[in-house]
């Protein structure tokens, strides 16, 4: 069992950046990829990015790529979403996820245990 807990979000103005969280309990963290979701008032879940058991690799949805980077410390049990060049359109709640997955990463059903959610808005 994997609890998540999301933090850093807030208000930001286009073309700042944030830094979100995602804080695990429990001592098999590092055999788990995490991914990050965001769902916007009104849409659907989004894919945003994964990373790797190892953070060795990242694989990122189209918008985000180039401005959105993860990054994960396993001894401290916390991945990080690193936001730049925000946008407008970034505004949503973000999730992280965790799960054994090995394939369709940007599948939200492939990811076992998910947080409750950090809320970022990008004012323009």
């Known amino acids: 069992q994997v609890q998540l807990v999301e933090s850093g979000g807030g208000l930001v103005q286009a073309g700042g950046s944030l830094r979100l969280s995602c804080a695990a309990s429990?001592?098999?963290?590092?055999?788990?990829?995490v991914g990050w979701f965001r769902q916007a008032p009104g849409k659907e879940r989004e894919f945003v990015g994964t990373?790797?058991?190892?953070?060795?690799?990242?694989y990122y949805a189209d918008p985000v790529k180039g401005r959105f980077a993860l990054s994960r410390d396993n001894a401290k049990n916390t991945v990080y979403l690193q936001m730049n060049s925000l946008k407008a359109e970034d505004t949503a709640v973000y999730y992280c996820?965790?799960?054994?997955?090995?394939?369709?990463?940007?599948?939200?059903?492939?990811?076992?245990?998910w947080g409750q959610g950090t809320q970022v808005t990008v004012s323009s």
């Open positions: 996820a965790a799960g054994v997955v090995t394939s369709y990463y940007s599948d939200h059903r492939r990811y076992d245990y």
């Open positions: 429990g001592r098999t963290f590092s055999t788990y990829v």
């Open positions: 990373i790797s058991r190892s953070g060795g690799a990242t």
